[in-house]
C-alpha cells in the first residue's frame, strides 16, 4: 500500500530558499507546491487539497500575518506553520492568536522543522477526526428520534462542511 503524501505548500519571497526547501521535503514523501507570494497562496489552496502551509512572515504584497488570516479562514483545516527571518516577540504572539500552530526563526535547525510538520499534520488529522466524530454522535443521536429524511438531510449538510 503506498504512503499517503503530506500536502504542503511552502510561501515566501526568496527563490533559493524555496528551491531548496521544495527538493529537500519532496524527499521526505511531501507533496510541495511552493510559490512567493501571499497572493499566489491563496490562489493555490483554492486550486489544490493542502494539509499544511510554511509561511515566510515578510513578504512583498500580502505579508506573512495577512496570508495565515486568509489561509486559516477558507480553509479550517489547514495547519499553518509561520518560519521567519523577521520574527518577534508580539509577532509570535499575533501569529498564534491568529491561528497559526507554530512560529520559527530561520535558520532553523532541520531535525526541528520536520518535527514541527509532523506535529502540525497529526494536529490537522486529529482536529478532523474528533469533529467527524461528534458529527457521528449527532447523526446517530438523531437516528433514534428523527425521521430517515432528515438525518439523510443533515448527513448531506455535514457532508457540504467538509
Known amino acids: 500500500m503506498a504512503?499517503?503524501?503530506?500536502?504542503?505548500?511552502?510561501?515566501?519571497?526568496?527563490?533559493q530558499f524555496l528551491k531548496s526547501m521544495t527538493k529537500r521535503l519532496e524527499v521526505r514523501d511531501f507533496n510541495v507546491i511552493a510559490v512567493d507570494r501571499g497572493e499566489k497562496a491563496i490562489e493555490a489552496a483554492s486550486e489544490h487539497p493542502i494539509d499544511i502551509a510554511l509561511v515566510d512572515l515578510k513578504m512583498p504584497g500580502m505579508n506573512g500575518e495577512q496570508t495565515l488570516e486568509a489561509l486559516k479562514k477558507q480553509h479550517q483545516w489547514m495547519e499553518v506553520v509561520i518560519l521567519t527571518g523577521h520574527g518577534s516577540i508580539d509577532s509570535a504572539v499575533e501569529c498564534t492568536r491568529s491561528g497559526a500552530c507554530s512560529y520559527l526563526q530561520k535558520p532553523c535547525e532541520w531535525e526541528k522543522l520536520l518535527s514541527v510538520l509532523a506535529e502540525a499534520y497529526k494536529k490537522k488529522v486529529m482536529n478532523r477526526l474528533k469533529i467527524k466524530e461528534e458529527r457521528m454522535n449527532e447523526l446517530l443521536q438523531m437516528s433514534a428520534y428523527s425521521s430517515p429524511r432528515a438525518i439523510l438531510e443533515r448527513s448531506r449538510e455535514l457532508d457540504r462542511e467538509d
Open 3 to 15: 504512503k499517503e503524501k503530506i500536502n504542503l505548500l511552502i510561501v515566501d519571497d526568496e527563490e
